[in-house]
């Protein structure tokens, strides 16, 4: 049973950098392509970058060139540097399964101030 659990979320101001994590506990990432998401209120929730099986990495537009994902097969845990940060980067942050639609965890908060 996939369990997520996002941390490092704080409130940084614009031009900083902050690194989040989501941990998987017991449950075997290596298998699955991963990836984190952003949910602001009103708005769908969006793609923020996913690495895949083979370690291969993609971006949304708005984080591209600010935002570094990365995987640590045995700690079943997938990182987000980020760096950079905008106001417009303030979200709820998630992680999960590319294509899953359940077992969200409790999202970590981030907010930059303006």
């Known amino acids: 049973q996939a369990q997520f659990m996002e941390i490092g979320g704080a409130e940084v101001q614009s031009g900083g950098s902050l690194r989040l994590s989501c941990l998987a506990g017991?449950?075997?990432?290596?298998?699955?392509?991963m990836a984190w998401y952003r949910r602001v209120p009103g708005q769908l929730r969006e793609l923020v970058a996913r690495?895949?099986?083979?370690?291969?990495?993609n971006y949304g537009a708005p984080v591209e060139g600010r935002f570094t994902i990365s995987r640590d097969n045995e700690k079943n845990a997938i990182y987000l540097q980020m760096d950079d940060v905008k106001p417009e980067d303030t979200a709820v942050y998630l992680c999960?399964?590319?294509?899953?639609?359940?077992?969200w965890g409790p999202g970590t908060q981030v907010t930059v101030a303006s």
């Open positions: 999960n399964i590319v294509g899953s639609s359940i077992n």
């Open positions: 017991a449950f075997p990432i290596a298998m699955y392509e």
């Open positions: 690495v895949d099986t083979a370690d291969r990495k």
